[in-house]
């Protein structure tokens, strides 16, 4: 590969511009769209702290890569880890230097909440069953929080945007982890499917989409939002994680899982949708 498309191949740049999208539809939401330079700010910190955390991840999994992913940029050999390491350091300085431009309550979320927990994910957060799950979901919901209190100084109305990228990121991370439980387990990494095996982490993963599929109608029954938001949650995002529940008890497998993983990141795509009509 190209080394050019292996620098943006190991930030994950999918997973990037659903970061920027989370950023602009806060931005919408908050009718915050002409505020042009704070979205592009908030945007640049978003994608900086992500991408170096993605990098960082890579570092420390590079021998499960080896055996769940290795035509990934480190285990391919295609950059070095050096290479990573000082590619890592400069989108985080990155960040840090941008995200000072913004509100003092932007800065602290960034800071002393998202940044912290962004670092302590893979050597920490990831090795404790569903605390590392959990952990990414949150970092996810509180790009919604950061954006809103870079673009107004507070935060009040994104949280159920955030709780809903918190529900969806929770499930996506649990079906990833079953679908990489081989490398996890030759790398001693301590998952819940690790620790109890397929079959319930699959039972947890049904009982997690029942749960946030009813949970997320709490907002249209409390007339926060109305019916474009509940037919757009409905046919975009339950329906498809309902139908996932059904793929998975026929194919209760790690190749079942790591289809229904891929799905779930348009079935996210399908929830961004659903937060940006919740102001129709």
Not at 263 to 270: D, E, Q, R, V, Y
């Amino acid at each position: 590969m190209n080394p050019f498309f292996s620098y943006i191949n190991i930030l994950r740049p999918l997973n990037l511009i659903f970061s920027a999208l989370s950023v602009i539809i806060a931005a919408y939401l908050t009718q915050s769209l002409n505020q042009t330079a704070t979205i592009i700010n908030a945007v640049i910190v978003v994608v900086t702290f992500a991408g170096a955390s993605n990098i960082l991840n890579d570092i420390f999994d590079i021998n499960i890569d080896r055996k769940n992913q290795p035509h990934r940029p480190l285990p391919s050999g295609e950059i070095s880890v050096w290479a990573a390491l000082v590619y890592m350091v400069a989108l985080y300085f990155a960040g840090i230097y941008m995200v000072f431009n913004l509100p003092e309550l932007a800065i602290e979320i960034a800071l002393v909440v998202v940044l912290p927990t962004l670092v302590l994910y893979t050597p920490l957060y990831k090795r404790i069953p569903l605390i590392g799950n959990m952990a990414v979901a949150a970092v996810l919901g509180m790009v919604f929080l950061f954006s809103e209190a870079a673009f107004t100084g507070t935060v009040s109305t994104m949280w159920v945007p955030a709780w809903l990228a918190f529900g969806l990121t929770f499930i996506r991370e649990l079906v990833k982890d079953i679908e990489d439980i081989e490398g996890d387990k030759l790398d001693g990494v301590r998952t819940f499917p690790v620790i109890f095996g397929v079959e319930k982490s699959l039972y947890l993963a049904y009982l997690l989409i029942i749960i946030f599929c009813v949970l997320w109608w709490i907002p249209y029954y409390h007339n926060l939002y109305g019916n474009i938001y509940a037919m757009t949650l409905l046919f975009a995002v339950e329906i498809p994680l309902i139908l996932s529940i059904f793929f998975l008890w026929k194919n209760p497998t790690s190749s079942g899982c790591a289809m229904i993983s891929r799905a779930t990141k348009w079935i996210t795509l399908g929830g961004m949708v659903t937060i940006l009509c919740s102001s129709l």
